[in-house]
């Protein structure tokens, strides 16, 4: 919900870079509108914006104050939103003009001077959260790159596991395979040994044979 706001603020809120805060955090949170100092020493802000960016604004002014600002009252006033304004600007002179002192000017110098050192450390600090923002994301891509290698890592080892098993399963096989060779070479052996023993009983069974032939055609003559 849109809303639009009138704020007076009574205290010590001139010459102490109080517009500047305002306008810094009404534009970090997307409030339009514009501060000014007034004659009485009280800073007057009129804003536009949705109405919760409209009580962070007026509760960043009661608790996060410039070092020299304090607050004595707030008051506020609101209307319905109007769209009046694009962007949240500083109004008005620093201190009135007329008939100042030279003390005066000299606290005007330092307001403008603490205007523009409250803008550079407002640039700073938005420089620094973009820089650790930055440095979040690399930090996350990195994370996430040392993920991925933790897990090409688990999968390499899986596979030096499936390597290992595969020659430990090598192994068994050439191992069997030795053993069919060595019982190959006894069969063999046996069967050679067999065969020779076999070779020399047939041998002297056949000279038994032609011995007993020899004598059986002596004796009918025939020789």
């Known amino acids: 919900?849109?809303?639009?706001?009138?704020?007076?603020?009574?205290?010590?809120?001139?010459?102490?870079?109080?517009?500047?805060?305002i306008k810094n955090v009404a534009?970090?949170?997307?409030?339009?509108?514009?501060?000014?100092n007034e004659a009485d020493g009280s800073v007057k802000v009129v804003c536009e914006g949705d109405a919760e960016a409209i009580e962070g604004l007026i509760n960043a002014l009661k608790q996060n104050l410039p070092?020299?600002?304090?607050?004595?009252?707030?008051?506020?006033?609101?209307?319905?939103y109007k769209g009046e304004f694009i962007r949240f600007e500083r109004h008005g002179a620093d201190v009135p003009g007329e008939g100042e002192t030279e003390m005066v000017a000299l606290m005007r110098s330092f307001d403008k001077k603490g205007e523009?050192?409250?803008?550079?450390?407002?640039?700073?600090?938005?420089?620094?959260?973009?820089?650790?923002?930055?440095?979040?994301?690399?930090?996350d891509k990195q994370d996430m790159m040392l993920?991925?290698?933790?897990?090409?890592?688990?999968k390499q080892d899986m596979m030096l596991d499936k390597q290992d098993m595969v020659l430990e399963k090598q192994d068994m096989m050439l191992d069997k395979q030795d053993m069919m060779l060595d019982k190959?070479?006894?069969?063999?052996?046996?069967?050679?040994?067999?065969?020779?023993?076999?070779?020399?009983?047939?041998?002297?069974?056949?000279?038994?044979?032609?011995?007993?032939?020899?004598?059986?055609?002596?004796?009918?003559?025939?020789?």
């Open 1 to 21: 919900m849109m809303k639009r706001a009138s704020l007076k603020i009574i205290g010590n809120v001139q010459m102490v870079g109080f517009r500047t805060f």
């Open 27 to 36: 534009d970090s949170l997307n409030v339009t509108g514009f501060a000014g």
């Open 67 to 80: 070092s020299f600002a304090c607050i004595e009252e707030i008051t506020a006033a609101y209307e319905d």
């Open 116 to 139: 523009v050192m409250i803008g550079f450390l407002g640039s700073m600090n938005e420089t620094l959260k973009a820089v650790k923002e930055d440095t979040s994301m690399m930090l």
């Open 147 to 154: 993920e991925k290698q933790d897990m090409m890592l688990d």
């Open 184 to 223: 190959q070479d006894e069969t063999i052996a046996e069967i050679t040994g067999v065969r020779t023993d076999l070779k020399s009983y047939m041998e002297e069974k056949f000279t038994r044979i032609e011995q007993d032939v020899e004598a059986i055609k002596a004796k009918l003559g025939m020789v």
